[in-house]
C-alpha cells in the first residue's frame, strides 16, 4: 500500500478524534467560576437591616486632653478685747485674738494616647439612602474612676463586615463621647479644719 493510501484512511481517524476533543472541551470552557456581581469573597453579606438591630463598633482613635483645676482662698480675721478689772486701778488688761486660715489645692488630670474599645451601638433608625444611623453606649472603670462612652453616627451597610463589625473610622458625622467623673473633684473640696475656722470667722 502507497503512503497517500495510508494518509488518506488516517484523516478519518483523526478528525473524528478532533470533533471528539472539541465536544468535550467546549462545556467545560462555557462556565466560569467568576460571574457579574458575585462580589469579593470578604464582602459583607446581603442583609436587610431593620431598627433595633445591633451592631459593633470597633472604635480606634488618637485623643489626649489635660485638664487641670485650682483653688486658692485666704481669709484673716483680728478681734481685739479690752477688760477693766475694778480691783485693779493699775490699768487696764488688753488680750488680742487673731485666727486665719489658707487653702491652696490643685488638681490635674492628664489623659491621652489611643481610645480603643469594642462597643455594640444600636440602629435607630433608616436613612432614605439606606444607611443606618446608629448609636451606643458604654460604662467602664478605668484607674479607679467610671468613664462612660457614648458614640452616634451613620454608617453604610458595605462598610458593615461579614462578623457585624465597622470600624469607628467608617462611621460618618461620628461623635463619640469619652467622659466620666473621679477623684479631680475631691481635690477642689476644703477640709473640716478648714470649714470650722470659716464659720469661726
Not at 483645676?69 to 478681734?79: D, P, R
Amino acid at each position: 500500500m502507497s503512503k497517500a493510501g495510508i494518509r488518506w484512511k488516517l484523516c478519518p481517524v483523526l478528525l473524528a478524534a478532533y470533533w471528539l476533543t472539541l465536544s468535550v472541551t467546549l462545556p467545560l470552557s462555557a462556565s466560569s467560576l467568576w460571574h457579574e456581581g458575585a462580589g469579593s469573597l470578604y464582602s459583607a453579606l446581603p442583609r436587610t437591616w431593620k431598627v433595633g438591630d445591633l451592631i459593633t463598633v470597633i472604635i480606634v482613635e488618637q485623643a489626649q486632653a489635660t485638664q487641670t483645676a485650682g483653688t486658692e482662698t485666704q481669709k484673716k480675721s483680728g478681734v481685739g478685747v479690752g477688760v477693766d478689772f475694778p480691783f485693779d486701778s493699775s490699768g487696764q488688761l488688753k488680750a488680742d485674738v487673731e485666727g486665719g486660715d489658707r487653702l491652696r489645692s490643685t488638681g490635674k488630670t492628664v489623659r491621652g494616647g489611643t481610645l480603643r474599645a469594642s462597643l455594640t451601638a444600636e440602629v435607630k433608625a433608616l436613612e432614605p439612602s439606606g444607611n443606618l444611623r446608629i448609636e451606643g453606649r458604654q460604662t467602664i472603670v478605668v484607674n479607679g474612676e467610671t468613664q462612660e462612652i457614648v458614640l452616634s453616627g451613620i454608617v453604610r451597610p458595605e462598610d458593615i463586615s461579614r462578623d457585624n463589625t465597622v470600624l469607628s473610622t467608617s462611621v460618618a458625622e461620628a461623635e463619640i463621647a469619652y467622659q466620666g467623673a473621679g477623684s479631680l473633684g475631691a481635690k477642689q473640696r476644703q477640709g473640716i479644719i478648714t470649714r470650722f475656722f470659716h464659720w469661726l470667722f
